[in-house]
């Protein structure tokens, strides 16, 4: 059975998404690298440093330490600018629903992102208490595709990873759902996200007849392990 649904925050959530992609494509417009929306979907969930090494990769430049964290920060100082101006309306239509609804059915409720902005962006939109737990890019080492996050969520619930269902926007992050031992729904096109055991369009087109599809096939795995 699915005792806990763990979300991703950006592209999840809330469009913050779009903010990290904006804040890349200026630093990748000033150091003249070529940067599409199709590059950028390499970037998602992973580590900020992380997505500095692949810009640099999509460029052909190499940077040295000092420099590669310096830009790194540039791009946050622009991506906390676009957050600090976020209006409660950013946050996706359907989500605090859709949360509502799972906890009326008793399912626990966390949070899972790489980014150490999360909590900023939890306080801004005023939806903190939609969790019961917070885990962010502050609290671990190995950033997804690692399933470090997922299991630290889990560990905090007290909720074993199996139960788990994980909402995912970024392929980075289905693999580690996938590689905690989780069920996962991708938000987006199915082309990007095939790895996901479902995929749909936006967080709040999820309902709980899928839900109870979600139980059976936990049920079905759970008994052939
Ligand atoms: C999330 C986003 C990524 C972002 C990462 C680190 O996973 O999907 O695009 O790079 O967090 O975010 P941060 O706010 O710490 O730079
Ligand atoms: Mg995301």
Redesign the pocket.
């Known amino acids: 059975m699915i005792k806990a649904v763990i979300f991703?925050?950006?592209?999840v959530i809330v469009d913050?998404?779009r903010y990290?992609?904006l804040a890349?494509k200026r630093l990748a417009d000033e150091l003249g690298i070529k940067f599409t929306e199709e590059d950028n979907e390499r970037?998602?969930?992973?580590?900020?440093i992380?997505?500095m090494e692949i810009l640099m990769e999509l460029g052909g430049i190499t940077l040295s330490q000092y420099e590669k964290e310096k830009l790194?920060n540039k791009?946050?100082t622009w991506?906390v600018d676009y957050v600090e101006r976020m209006i409660p309306e950013e946050i996706y239509s359907g989500v605090r629903v859709l949360i509502e609804k799972l906890k009326e059915r008793g399912i626990h409720i966390a949070l899972a992102?790489?980014?150490?902005?999360?909590r900023t962006v939890l306080h801004l939109l005023h939806i903190q208490n939609l969790f019961e737990v917070v885990t962010?890019?502050t609290m671990i080492t190995h950033?997804?595709p690692d399933p470090e996050i997922f299991l630290l969520a889990a560990e905090k619930l007290g909720i074993d990873p199996k139960d788990c269902l994980v909402f995912e926007?970024?392929e980075?992050?289905i693999e580690g759902a996938l590689a905690a031992g989780m069920l996962c729904v991708g938000i987006g096109s199915q082309e990007q996200l095939f790895k996901a055991h479902k995929v749909i369009r936006h967080t709040g087109d999820f309902t709980m007849e899928m839900l109870d599809e979600f139980n059976a096939v936990a049920l079905k795995l759970n008994t052939e392990r």
């Open positions: 991703d925050l950006d592209g913050t998404a990290h992609f890349w970037l998602k969930g992973v580590s900020r992380r997505s790194a791009k946050n991506f992102s790489s980014s150490k902005n999360a962010d890019g950033s997804k926007d970024a980075a992050g």
